[in-house]
């Protein structure tokens, strides 16, 4: 068929519709251009991610920058601190950025010096370093997780040629924390450990730690006059943190054990915060001392039977009959006589003694108390109960030579808001998983309500089609039939069946209707017949 056939026999069936359904054939069309149009629009979306939240007007203003010259798409959000693209773009663009140095977090680094002039005094050499070392410093800062931006401040005073004139290096860091974060004191000393240990001749007494809020969350001369732990100031954060993590530990064994809003846990603890150093000495003597030194002493001699003239000079020699027997000069010379021998040997051995010296430091925070209150919904059995009270016992460290005590009891817990937070979760939740669905078959519905639209419009055009067969045929053999006797009907029927168009696909039931209507009425037929040539 040719298109003009086509368009004229389109024209024909268009004409031959009756106003009501010309209208609807329209709206159908219309509305299925428009969900063409709506799913293309769907499908063609880019969907935006964040690449960077948080950054200030010269960061963003950069990468805007760099975006827009790129040609990539952007939204804007967070009043310019945060920017989004698309998401198969989001990766790509971060490694690209960080090979360039964005964001900066508003702070130079060591890259001030980059294509610095040679001409360059002294004094902006080290301005400029102590620009950078500021901007690295509170870079490293910024990627803690806690932490949302960041700022340090370096006092580096000048070298001086004698040590008593030299003034210390000092910092000064403070810290804008993300909403709902904290830090530990563990983190805090870290903190002031990196800055100590990244400035020259910076001592940690010398540094101090703030918050966005002005609270001092570290000072190093408080630390340093206080042996490193800043006693006066963190005990109570100190035994705060403690229970904490204990409540934190004993409540998450409880949910696993119990479910959630089942239970509930209040740790007291008492720490000591004296620091106590002992020193102790212990000797011991074993059995075989360990010898030291020894030494020893011998002497003798032997005397004979000589006269007194001659002896040897000397006291005894001058008083009479004091001793008769000491040997004479003569004798001593030529060991002649037949005295008296003498002989004597002393020994002295020295023995180390063992000593033990012990020097015992106890560090401030020893718990000397602990005191816990187990509250469980009374669900929970007795058995159950005593069977968790033990293992809280056991988890926490429970000393019951030190006073600890855990106290458990079983009361009905009011359970409403929990059961109105979980239907208004499920009910979230449905209304999402719905919406989720109607999305995806909406589409889907409207094409399928076209499609059975457009096709009962279609089977009526093909009805009205056959209806308004050729006259110039059918009608001629119409009126034969009519005016046939009952013996010629037979072959009047199939002179209309040959004269109606073939091509339409309810041919056989037309056929039957008017050979059924022109056997049994054929004055009726004739008067159809009749009106639609008064019609034309």
Avoid at 55 to 63: F, P
Avoid at 108 to 119: Q, R
């Amino acid at each position: 068929m040719r298109v003009g056939q086509l368009v004229s026999r389109l024209t024909e069936m268009w004409h031959s519709l009756s106003p009501v359904r010309k209208g609807l054939l329209t709206a159908s069309g219309v509305g299925l251009v428009a969900l063409a149009v709506v799913l293309n629009s769907w499908a063609g979306r880019t969907e935006f991610v964040t690449l960077y939240t948080g950054l200030d007007a010269a960061d963003s203003g950069a990468i805007v920058e760099q975006l827009r010259a790129r040609g990539v798409p952007y939204e804007l959000a967070g009043g310019g601190s945060a920017v989004r693209v698309g998401a198969a773009q989001a990766d790509e663009l971060r490694v690209d950025f960080a090979t360039q140095g964005l964001p900066q977090g508003g702070q130079v680094g060591f890259e001030i010096f980059e294509g610095n002039s040679f001409t360059a005094t002294d004094f902006v050499q080290r301005l400029n370093f102590q620009r950078g070392l500021q901007g690295e410093l509170s870079r490293t800062i910024q990627t803690f997780p806690q932490v949302q931006q960041a700022r340090v401040h370096l006092v580096l005073p000048e070298r001086s040629l004698f040590v008593e004139d030299q003034s210390p290096a000092t910092a000064s860091v403070v810290v804008a924390l993300k909403p709902g974060r904290s830090l530990q004191m563990s983190e805090v000393n870290g903190i002031a450990h990196l800055v100590a240990g990244a400035v020259e001749g910076l001592g940690k007494e010398n540094i101090t730690v703030l918050d966005q809020s002005g609270g001092i969350l570290y000072d190093g001369q408080q630390m340093a006059a206080e042996d490193g732990l800043g006693l006066s100031g963190t005990q109570l954060t100190m035994q705060q943190d403690y229970e904490r993590r204990l409540e934190a530990d004993v409540q998450s064994m409880l949910d696993r054990a119990l479910g959630p809003a089942r239970s509930a846990v209040s740790i007291s603890a008492v720490l000591n915060f004296n620091k106590v150093e002992t020193q102790r000495e212990t000797f011991s003597a074993p059995e075989n001392g360990i010898p030291r030194s020894s030494s020893t002493v011998t002497e003798a001699y032997t005397t004979g039977e000589v006269d007194a003239a001659g002896q040897i000079p000397g006291a005894l020699t001058n008083v009479p009959g004091a001793n008769a027997n000491l040997p004479t000069v003569e004798d001593a010379a030529t060991g002649a006589g037949s005295g008296t021998a003498y002989s004597r040997t002393e020994t002295t051995a020295n023995f180390e003694v063992d000593r033990t010296t012990t020097f015992e430091v106890e560090a401030p925070g020893r718990v000397e108390r602990l005191s816990v209150s187990l509250l469980l919904d009374d669900g929970v059995t007795e058995m159950q109960a005593a069977a968790l009270r033990d293992t809280v016992a056991a988890a926490v460290g429970i000393a019951v030579d030190r006073g600890d005590q855990v106290v458990v009891s079983r009361l009905p817990f009011d359970r409403s808001v929990v059961t109105e937070a979980q239907a208004a979760f499920q009910a979230e939740a449905a209304a999402d998983q719905l919406f989720a669905y109607v999305r995806m078959g909406l589409p889907v519905l409207m094409l399928l309500v076209g499609f059975v639209f457009f096709r009962l419009l279609v089977r009526s055009v093909n009805r009205r089609a056959v209806r308004a067969f050729d006259v110039g045929a059918g009608v001629p053999a119409l009126a034969a039939a009519a005016a046939a006797t009952d013996g010629q009907m037979g072959e009047a029927v199939h002179a209309v069946r040959g004269a109606l168009p073939q091509p339409e696909s309810r041919r056989s039931e037309l056929e039957v209707s008017i050979e059924r209507m022109a056997k049994s009425n054929p004055e009726s037929i004739s008067e159809v017949v009749q009106a639609w040539l008064r019609e034309d």
